[in-house]
């Protein structure tokens, strides 16, 4: 006779989406230092198109697979967001839109992302071919600049950071309802709300110079994911004392 399984307890609720937050982070804290290390990331996204490209192309094999393992981490987000909506339905409230949110976010910054993996790297190539002519270079420079606008800025950064600090914003309220962690640790996560923002004037200068350009997404990043690990580690302590 086969018997019926039982849902996942709130224990084990808790402590797969730690180990899902831990999953996440890993994979995209490692190739994000590397690129940092390897590439100057992500400094060198403010130099001129030539330089970037020949650096690219420099980069070689390592680069291109360094940059599709930082597009695919950020698919892994997905597991989170969802994870999320399932212990905030055990605690029986609502996730609303912040699963939308969330999953939205982590296939806008993987597309923008899977641009270093399947559109520059033939364009680096052709900008450093000495055996192209002076237009065909400046072609490239001008494709470079457009796939870069709209693939990193619009849909990677403006859109996808966005829509994360919107699902950042309604987990760290639901949190704070539900006090499935403390409500100190939940007021953290929206107080990163305000660097999200401010770090959209980055974007706003570069086609309006009046406005002020405040760098401060680097900033919003590691205060977030600072934030992610301090919810996984309470999780999964809450999680194991539950089981």
Sequence with gaps: M????????????????????????????????????NFGYDDILREPAAAILTAFHDGGTPLVLAWFGFAMSALLFIP???????????????????????VTSAIAQAAALLRWV?????????????????????????VFDAVHRFGGMVVGEMVGQLLLAGWTGLTALRLWRTRVVPRWLAAAGALTLPL???????????????????????????????????????LINSGWRIR
């Design 80 to 102: 989170v967001a969802l994870g999320f909506a399932r212990l905030f339905e055990f605690q029986q409230v609502a996730a609303g839109g912040a699963v939308v949110l969330g």
């Design 196 to 234: 999200w923002l401010v770090g959209q004037t980055e974007l706003l200068h570069a086609v309006a110079p009046a406005v002020p350009s405040i760098e401060v997404i680097p900033l919003a990043f590691m205060a977030w994911e600072a934030w992610l690990i301090a919810l996984a580690a309470m």
């Design 118 to 142: 399947l559109v520059v790297p033939a364009l680096a190539a052709t900008f450093v071919d000495p055996d192209q002519s002076a237009a065909t270079r400046d072609a490239v420079l001008v």
């Design 2 to 37: 086969n018997k019926t399984p039982l849902p996942p307890s709130d224990g084990a609720i808790r402590l797969r989406l730690g180990l899902a937050l831990l999953i996440f982070l890993v994979a995209s804290i490692a190739p994000y230092i590397w690129l940092i290390e």
